[in-house]
């Protein structure tokens, strides 16, 4: 077996040390085409800043990496001489028209044919000097297990829908192929960094064969511009989780900056798997859908891909174009012809196509003698007992079909099973009254495209045809309503392939249908198809992806988590880790403190059962509360019967409840109430409103408040809940116009309460009643973790307040969990917060015991 030496041990895969794989041994020679091009990367780094890359003499250049390279190989057996070419139908080399043309385009795949160890570093050096491509070069039994094991047979099927029920058609998830899948990515990441420039250069990564690729190249470069476009379909979330490393995959796709789809549906799959299995939210800003991760926003791309003009013109142009078209015009004289081009798999719905032409002639008995299908078939790119099954059915029902309705003379299916050249293809489609793409699921199929531009012909074939250039163009679609082209074909019929009826019907429709709206529904289609080419794909995907990277360089980056669960967390420069060394000295040399302090999620894990705080917390608290110097609250959403029963051991704790509504200085203190809210007559128009949500919605309840109420889902499916706490925010809102209440969502809840209780409002009372009563606090600090807490993150960081003193107290706002917040510190749990509540509550205590002996060795002096 010839083994490459980019090849990566399975054995370091299987230790699960997947990061500290050793990098490729051997390095790419140094040929630079355009100086600067290629940079040395040093193997032990592992960020941006370190990186010596050379100067690319502001030569922008877009590395495109993707399972093959748009490259023909061939090796003449005699000489033993390589003979390269571009393959000038590869959508790679084609989204080239879409860069300026001072961009350099490096390529990073795979040939399609094995190489011997010994001869691949001066393939590299010939493709990388000739072609501006680096060759990965897996060693064949890598190949086989990383492309036709887990991506042919395992990925792509469950990516089109079909699950591993049955080993026939598709195997079940094997773990050592999934580990070939990581080593393969990782060899595709070596290569892209040996000739990365990470601070200029761009990196465009296609299709499901390298979907963690983008953790590979994330983790060694923190601020590398990274998109990725997925060219098959993405499925719904109850399809994707069945897969057992969904994470995995999932988290290394957000390591891109933008990720693309061709269309909606599949991009709505993606964001409802990261919100049901990462509890991920979107949003839309200013056009543009994004996901908030870890501080960075990863964002999503929809535009279905397109083709390239210039290709098919020059094949309608060619001379061959020109003498098949007359040929097939003598084959099929008097006859009209409906055109198929489909690779031969289970998901193209050829079978399904030709049953649909048998129902036809059954129906429609003038037809017989009068239309032909011609199917063209490709080969199919990958072997296995269901492409065998697929080919046999279609076999054997075209001669069925041939059978019952054809005469001598007249096949009314006509299959041709061979390697079709392009200019004959144009030929079928230039003659072609229909075109038919029946997929029972594909991610695009660009087929339909290229049907409509050899529709509109060009003055050769014109010439070719007999027909005059002013001549009406017409052309007629019948596509699946499960293929990625099918939305932006609005003037196709569409046809669910499973219904041969329906499909008859529209075939019969199609053949039938007057001149006039076939010319329409052409000119449409063409507009679209022409003005939406590969090059405006390449060229709107890159743009994206520059405005998707303008921030990389604003922000501090920290690598966090292990294996293929790494990601980068990305926050303003400002925003820090809250030192507990740095907070108790200031802590110490202040002596009028106040301290604000959320409940949940602060000092009690959302994720506990129990509620009520742990001995711990009630110990630290009255530890705090005892210094005459601290003024401490909690301030929390919840109710104050609640907070009152669980902190009835705490005297001198002030409490705030339902966000301040009610207030309590300490344990004997009366509860004091915010005298703006005095009228609930609103209760009874929202209540009533929120009792239907709660009907319609399992998992849902209501928790009301006397100053509030509270719509939880939680515990509702993830995108139901949320599309009805989208609805119920707005039927609120016109239903409480008129009253005086804020409608707010927060955090899988709906709250209604008075206008002006926040959390902002209760710390502004609490701090200016201690400067009414001559505490000037020198000392302010505020833990939070949700958005509620932001207003009070922003209230004691006012000037208002702090206008009245004479010297500005420190001031320490922090949330809880490393995310984007109006707090300039951050800690990353309760157990944190825990531990500097009993560093502050130490000092305070070690304090107080120096003052007593202090006192007490004064008194013993006199």
């Known amino acids: ?89 590869s959508l790679l080399l084609q989204m080239k028209d879409g860069f300026s043309s001072d961009t350099d385009v490096v390529y990073v795949g795979s040939l399609k044919v094995d190489v011997d160890s010994s001869e691949q570093d001066e393939i590299s050096r010939r493709l990388l000097e000739e072609f501006n491509c680096v060759p990965t070069f897996l060693p064949p039994e890598l190949q086989k297990k990383f492309y036709h094991g887990f991506c042919k047979q395992y990925l792509w099927p469950l990516f089109h829908y079909m699950l591993p029920m049955c080993p026939d058609y598709c195997i079940r998830f094997d773990r050592l192929l999934w580990q070939a899948y990581v080593s393969a990515n990782k060899i595709f990441a070596d290569k892209v960094m040996e000739v990365i420039n990470p601070e200029d250069d761009f990196v465009w990564v296609h299709d499901y064969h390298l979907m963690i690729l983008p953790t590979f190249l994330r983790k060694r470069f923190y601020r590398v511009k990274l ?41 709505r799959h993606f964001l409802s798997c990261c919100s049901r299995m990462l509890g991920l939210d979107y949003e839309s800003k200013r056009g543009h859908i994004g996901l908030d991760y870890f501080g960075r926003t990863v964002y999503i791309k929809i535009l279905p ?93 075209t001669k069925r079909i041939n059978d019952n309705f054809g005469f001598p003379g007249y096949e009314p299916v006509v299959l041709i099973d061979r390697r079709v050249p392009f200019y004959e293809k144009t030929a079928y489609y230039a003659l072609a009254e229909c075109c038919i793409v029946n997929a029972v699921r594909d991610g695009m199929n660009l087929v339909p495209y290229k049907y409509i531009v050899c529709r509109q012909g060009t003055s050769k074939m014109d010439e070719a045809l007999e027909i005059a250039s002013e001549s009406p163009r017409m052309s007629m679609l019948v596509v699946s309503e499960f293929i990625g082209c099918s939305p932006s074909l609005s003037g196709a019929i569409r046809v669910n ?78 925003f820090r880790k809250l030192s507990i060394d740095h907070i108790v000295s200031a802590y110490k040399r202040t002596c009028r403190r106040a301290i604000f302090l959320d409940y949940d999620g602060t000092v009690v894990p959302h994720a506990s059962i129990i509620k009520s705080p742990s001995p711990e917390v009630i110990s630290v608290l009255n530890n705090l509360c005892s210094d005459p110097k601290n003024t401490v609250f909690i301030v929390s959403g919840r109710g104050q019967n609640s907070l009152s029963d669980w902190f009835a051991q705490c005297e001198n704790l002030g409490i705030a409840a339902e966000h301040g509504y009610f207030i309590r200085w300490s344990r004997m203190s009366d509860w004091e109430t915010i005298p703006i809210a005095a009228d609930f007559d609103w209760k009874r128009i929202a209540e009533p409103v929120m009792k239907l949500y709660t009907e319609a919605t399992d998992g849902s309840y209501i928790e009301p408040k006397k100053s509030a109420l509270v719509w939880h889902h939680q515990d509702a499916d993830p995108d139901f809940g949320s599309c009805q706490a989208k609805e119920l925010l707005d039927h609120l809102e016109n239903v409480l116009a008129n ?88 800690l990353d749990d309760t157990v944190e917060v825990l531990t500097l509540l009993q560093g502050l509550a130490a000092s305070s205590s070690s304090k107080s015991r120096s003052n007593i002996e202090t006192q007490v060795s004064f008194e013993s002096s006199v």
């Open 739 to 826: 009253e005086p209440v804020v409608v707010k969502r927060g955090q899988q809840i709906v709250e209604v309460k008075p206008q002006g209780v926040t959390k902002g409002f209760v710390a502004e009372k609490i701090l200016s009643t201690m400067i009414g009563n001559g505490k000037l606090p020198d000392f302010v600090m505020c833990i939070g973790d949700d958005r509620s807490d932001e207003d009070m993150f922003e209230s004691i960081s006012n000037t208002a307040y702090r206008s009245s003193l004479p010297v500005p107290p420190e001031i320490f706002a922090c949330t809880v969990g490393q995310k984007p917040s109006k707090a300039r510190y951050y």
């Open 227 to 267: 998109g990725f476009f997925l060219h098959s379909p993405f499925p719904s979330s109850e399809i994707y989780r069945t897969l057992p490393v969904r994470d995995e995959i999932l988290k290394a796709l957000l390591n891109a900056d933008l990720i693309g789809f061709h269309t909606f549906d599949y991009a």
């Open 497 to 574: 392939p499973w219904d041969i009826d329906a499909v008859a019907d529209a075939l019969n429709m199609a053949i039938r249908m007057p001149d006039v709206e076939k010319q329409l529904r052409h000119e449409k289609h063409y507009r679209y198809v022409s003005s939406h080419d590969v090059a405006y794909w390449a060229r709107s995907f890159m743009q994206d992806l520059e405005r998707a990277c303008k921030e990389h360089y604003s922000k501090r980056c920290w690598g966090i988590g292990f294996g293929l669960s790494f990601r980068i967390l990305s926050l303003s420069p400002s």
């Open 1 to 89: 077996m010839m083994v490459s030496r980019s090849c990566i041990s399975l054995l370091d895969l299987a230790s699960g040390d997947i990061f500290n794989l050793p990098q490729t041994p051997r390095k790419i020679q140094r040929v630079m085409t355009v100086p600067g091009i290629i940079s040395k990367v040093d193997g032990n780094r592992s960020n941006d800043g370190d990186f010596d890359a050379l100067s690319s003499d502001g030569c922008e250049k877009k590395i495109i990496v993707a399972n093959f390279l748009p490259i023909h190989a061939q090796k003449d057996l005699k000489s033993g001489r390589w003979s390269f070419s571009f393959d000038e139908d």
């Open 305 to 397: 891909v397109g083709i390239h003009m210039g290709r098919l013109q020059s094949a309608l142009n060619h001379p061959s174009s020109s003498t098949k078209v007359k040929e097939i015009v003598e084959q099929f004289k008097g006859k009209k012809l409906i055109v198929g081009v489909d690779d031969m798999d289970i998901f193209k719905g050829i079978s399904l196509k030709v049953l649909a032409m048998e129902q036809l002639l059954q129906q429609h008995r003038e037809l017989r003698g009068k239309i032909v299908l011609v199917q063209i078939v490709n080969p199919a790119r990958s072997t296995g007992k269901d492409v065998q099954e697929a080919k046999r059915e279609t076999y054997e029902t």
